[in-house]
């Protein structure tokens, strides 16, 4: 397959890609409890409808398995005014705040209250409550998730800029390796710089959409001592030196030979960073504490849908911009072989 | 004349000799590489005082150590011109070369580890190291500086043969040393701030096996470079 084909497949594919990221709503979710001016309990929720039947509405604090119900009124269908009369005995001062509807099936907000008026006995159990399964009517959607809300779409953009980039300087690393083991000046070389240098554009874009999420998310455009982070800014840095080696050297066959030995020591390099540091290291990226792909939790049906086209589209996207490099590379060395 | 085929130890501790003299010989590159450190070091002092917090106390030396490093390795060796090279390739294996090359930086970097580590003793203070964990951060000072002795060995050696000098050196070695210097930061980091030494040693095993690692990977990739 040429350039051609290589694009053709993965512009299609991100077509199908952005057209869910921009029209597949976010699913419901409960944003925050917050005591407004009067002085009552309000619950902000993001997606849900409320409104359109209050009736069946069921509001339940506590934890997992013992619950107890709360009065509530319905302001809108994102707002409740909560009226909580909390029972003299709790187990548990932190309650979590759960929200049962026929539309949106069961919404939870962890910690949402903190109780310090009641008497607190661990082993007390509340009179049974009638909890509603908790399936929803939606349509295909999102999940909606603390902290990310919306931005839970950069996902497509962000993410597989890293999955494409490693392709690429794997690409990269491998024919470094051939251009070691051959004995004269061959292809591999060009191909070990052009896909490095595609795969940096990659990087880049990855820091930049990765900047962006945290800024709306984390709360800054760059955090210190976040594993990946650095990993990321290594990555990019390295690169940019192999660019800067080849730059310095004059005679082609000696820039080809010291600039795989570069290549294969910092693939490696690059390895123990992104793949064994964050597994000894505190991340504030999903799957932390170890892992430092993906969750399983983290990734729902709704969302795998969209993420592995995006996955494989910018990769083949990655493809058909390093062949086509390649292509002009090669046209203008035939360019220069006629001039003269 | 072709170079030789097997794999011999006595050239190594030839070329290794070799090297002390012709730097002993020198003289002024070891003097200056000791006042470089000793000098970092007083800079130090003079920019925190001798009451240093644990956390100023931890970077500084770092750092220090980490330019202490990179003025070591990315100087040009006499050896090094391309009259010198071509010479060597025909008497020595390239294996050798680079097992005599990181032997001789190993040493040079245990030595201004240890004056570092002797200096900011004096000048800063050891209040953060009681209870044995000198030693610690001493055993901590040298398996870093050889890790950053194997990896800017290779790298001096292609910015070498790219004809290249310090500059280039920097450009690709400061990326490359990151693993190194957060694994020694964050042993640093949790021996003064009141870790035992035996609560930490797994980031010290880390920096062993970083050490060994590289060196490893660059005897296995010299040998390409040196190719004609």
């Known amino acids: 397959m040429n350039h051609r084909g290589f694009t053709a497949v993965g512009v299609a594919l991100l077509l199908y890609v952005f057209a869910l990221v921009a029209w597949v709503p976010l699913g419901p979710g409960l944003v925050e409890v917050m005591a407004d001016e009067q002085g009552q309990t309000q619950v902000i929720a993001h997606g849900t409808h409320f409104a359109s039947s209050p009736d069946q509405l069921r509001i339940f604090a506590g934890t997992q398995d013992r619950l107890f119900p709360l009065a509530f009124e319905v302001v809108n269908d994102h707002r409740l005014l909560l009226r909580p009369e909390w029972p003299d005995t709790l187990h548990k001062r932190s309650l979590d705040l759960y929200v049962q509807s026929p539309i949106d099936g069961t919404l939870s907000l962890g910690n949402a209250f903190f109780v310090e008026s009641a008497v607190l006995v661990p082993t007390h159990r509340y009179a049974p409550v009638d909890v509603l399964d908790g399936s929803n009517q939606l349509g295909f959607h999102f999940p909606f998730q603390p902290q990310i809300f919306e931005t839970i779409r950069n996902l497509m953009l962000h993410v597989p800029m890293w999955f494409t980039m490693f392709f690429l300087m794997g690409i990269s690393f491998a024919q470094s390796i051939r251009h070691l083991g051959a004995k004269t000046l061959g292809l591999a070389d060009e191909r070990a710089v052009t896909s490095a240098q595609t795969g940096l554009f990659f990087g880049v874009i990855g820091l930049v959409t990765g900047s962006l999420w945290a800024r709306f998310t984390w709360g800054d455009w760059w955090v210190a001592s976040d594993p990946q982070l650095n990993g990321a800014l290594v990555t990019v840095l390295v690169y940019a030196g192999y660019l800067v080696l080849r730059a310095a050297v004059d005679d082609p066959v000696l820039r080809a030979r010291i600039s795989a030995v570069f290549n294969l020591f910092a693939f490696v390099l690059l390895i123990i960073l992104l793949m064994i540091f964050p597994r000894f290291n505190e991340s504030l990226h999903p799957g932390k504490g170890g892992n430092p792909g993906f969750n399983t939790y983290d990734l729902d049906s709704s969302l795998r849908v969209v993420f592995y086209p995006a996955v494989i589209g910018w990769i083949l996207l990655g493809m058909g911009m390093y062949r086509l490099r390649l292509r002009m590379e090669s046209l203008s060395r035939r360019i220069n072989r006629l001039e003269p | ?228």
């Open chain 2, 1 to 228: 004349m072709p170079a030789p085929r097997a794999f011999s130890f006595q050239r190594v501790a030839f070329l290794v000799q070799h090297t002390l003299r012709v730097e002993f010989r020198q003289g002024h590159a070891l003097i200056g590489l000791l006042l470089f450190a000793l000098s970092s070091v007083y800079a130090a002092f003079q920019s925190v005082g001798d009451d240093a917090g644990a956390e100023s106390w931890n970077a500084l030396i770092w750092i220090v150590l980490i330019f202490t490093a990179f003025n070591a390795m990315a100087r040009p060796h006499a050896d090094d011109r391309p009259e010198n090279r071509q010479y060597l390739t025909h008497i020595v294996r390239p294996l050798e070369w680079m097992l005599a090359r990181t032997l001789y930086h190993w040493a040079l970097m245990t030595v201004l580890a240890a004056l570092v580590f002797a200096a900011f003793s004096l000048f800063l203070g050891t209040d953060h190291l009681v209870g044995g964990r000198g030693w610690w951060l001493f055993a901590g000072l040298e398996l870093a500086g050889w890790a950053l002795a194997s990896c800017l060995t290779l790298l001096a050696a292609i910015a070498a043969l790219a004809g290249a000098g310090f500059g280039l050196t920097a450009v690709m070695g400061l990326p490359l040393i990151v693993p190194i210097v957060l694994v020694a930061t964050r042993f640093g980091n949790d021996l003064l701030s009141g870790l035992s030494g035996e609560e930490t040693v797994e980031n010290l095993l880390f920096l062993g096996a970083l050490a060994g690692g590289i060196t490893a990977f660059g005897l296995v990739l010299f040998p390409y470079l040196w190719r004609d």
